[in-house]
């Protein structure tokens, strides 16, 4: 079995080399340097790149399996995948601690005034009478309750915050006070202080967010993208912004990436910014390396895959 990874991975190659003998592993440091006939006999690819395409996916006529080191998927040509019978896993729950601690990042610069006080503090300003907002009695809505919401709601329960989650079928979730369907989200927004978005991109949530939503959320309402970008028109939530129709909003991910430099973005007061980077971390691949173990061994001893396993029909 020849698995090629399309990323080097430090001490993770030897460790694999290791545990599995019996396997032929090949790293390169980017897709444009795997030979053509290591993408025509590889069985496995480990890999996060653009570069796997429907063009790429025809030349690797051996493939049976991809590990994706990333949770989102919608980069992959899905459907050239099931036709090939393509089995697809990914790194899901690997960037949970990194994204829990940006969103509470967030939150408490949010709460606890802290660019202000960073004002005052630049303007020699002692102002012992600030009094800030506890986040303690707040309601945190998240739409989509996996692996990330589920940490992050269950670390917003140890604060005293009511955590909503809202899924497909409105199933029970970890973490949650309340679980309810996507679908009657205006039912629930005047609930919500907060909502935080961290749904992948797929067909169904492209775009799920309209103008229509911000109106029918609080005023006060504290915005938070962790998820896709894609969810919401960047028009529509410049617009929000300005119209006050939501307080603020914390923003890591847009529409298009990289963010334009001519974004109205950079001009809007109740916005802050991050480069889509409240997912990187030291440990990722690492991680992502160990949920890859589990699945390789059993499938070098069943032939089935056990964890993270990506249905190509939904995107996730």
Same mark, same amino acid.
């Given at each position: 079995?020849?698995?090629?990874?399309?990323?080097?991975?430090?001490?993770?190659?030897?460790?694999? /080399?290791?545990?599995?003998?019996? @396997?032929?592993?090949? !790293?390169?440091?980017?897709?444009?340097?795997?030979?053509?006939?290591?993408? #025509?006999?590889?069985?496995?690819?480990?890999?996060?790149?653009?570069?796997?395409?429907?063009?790429?996916?025809?030349? #690797?006529?051996?493939?049976?399996?991809?590990?994706?080191?990333?949770?989102?998927?919608?980069?992959?040509?899905?459907?050239?995948?099931?036709?090939?019978?393509?089995?697809?896993?990914? #790194?899901?729950? @690997?960037?949970?601690?990194?994204?829990?601690?940006?969103?509470?990042?967030?939150?408490?610069?949010?709460?606890?005034?802290?660019?202000?006080?960073?004002?005052?503090?630049?303007?020699?300003?002692?102002?012992?009478?600030?009094?800030?907002?506890?986040?303690?009695?707040?309601?945190?809505?998240?739409?989509?309750?996996?692996?990330? +919401?589920?940490?992050?709601?269950?670390?917003?329960?140890?604060?005293?915050?009511?955590?909503?989650?809202?899924?497909?079928?409105?199933?029970?979730?970890?973490?949650?006070?309340?679980?309810?369907?996507?679908?009657? /989200?205006?039912?629930?927004?005047?609930?919500?202080?907060?909502? @935080?978005?961290?749904?992948?991109?797929?067909?169904?949530?492209?775009?799920?967010?309209?103008?229509?939503?911000?109106?029918?959320?609080? +005023?006060?309402?504290?915005?938070?993208?962790?998820?896709?970008?894609?969810?919401?028109?960047?028009?529509?939530?410049?617009?929000?912004? /300005?119209?006050?129709?939501?307080?603020?909003?914390?923003?890591? @991910? !847009?529409?298009?990436? +990289?963010?334009?430099?001519?974004?109205?973005?950079?001009?809007?007061?109740?916005?802050?910014?991050?480069?889509?980077?409240?997912?990187?971390?030291?440990?990722?691949?690492?991680?992502?390396?160990?949920?890859?173990?589990?699945?390789?061994?059993? !499938?070098?001893?069943?032939?089935?895959?056990?964890?993270?396993?990506?249905?190509?029909?939904?995107?996730?």
């Amino acid at each position: 079995m020849l698995v090629v990874s399309l990323m080097r991975l430090g001490e993770e190659e030897e460790r694999l /080399k290791a545990l599995f003998p019996e @396997v032929e592993f090949e !790293f390169y440091k980017h897709p444009s340097y795997l030979p053509d006939t290591s993408k #025509a006999n590889m069985d496995v690819l480990l890999s996060y790149h653009a570069d796997i395409d429907r063009a790429f996916i025809k030349e #690797a006529r051996n493939l049976k399996w991809i590990m994706w080191y990333a949770t989102g998927v919608n980069a992959l040509p899905l459907e050239c995948l099931k036709e090939n019978h393509i089995a697809l896993t990914n #790194a899901k729950g @690997v960037h949970a601690q990194q994204l829990t601690e940006f969103l509470f990042a967030y939150l408490l610069d949010d709460y606890k005034a802290l660019k202000e006080t960073y004002a005052e503090q630049l303007n020699k300003i002692y102002n012992h009478k600030r009094t800030t907002p506890t986040i303690a009695d707040q309601t945190i809505m998240f739409l989509g309750t996996g692996k990330i +919401p589920q940490s992050a709601a269950r670390i917003a329960q140890q604060f005293g915050m009511t955590t909503i989650g809202l899924n497909t079928t409105g199933h029970k979730a970890d973490g949650f006070h309340e679980t309810y369907l996507l679908k009657d /989200k205006f039912k629930y927004y005047h609930q919500a202080d907060i909502i @935080v978005n961290v749904l992948p991109e797929t067909e169904k949530t492209k775009y799920l967010l309209t103008s229509e939503d911000f109106k029918q959320m609080q +005023p006060h309402t504290l915005f938070i993208n962790l998820g896709r970008g894609t969810i919401v028109r960047e028009k529509v939530l410049v617009d929000a912004l /300005k119209n006050s129709e939501i307080r603020k909003a914390y923003l890591d @991910v !847009f529409e298009t990436e +990289p963010l334009s430099p001519h974004s109205e973005l950079y001009h809007l007061e109740n916005v802050v910014l991050t480069s889509h980077i409240s997912g990187n971390g030291n440990h990722n691949k690492t991680q992502a390396t160990e949920i890859f173990i589990q699945n390789l061994q059993h !499938f070098l001893n069943k032939g089935t895959l056990i964890e993270n396993i990506v249905d190509l029909n939904k995107g996730y």
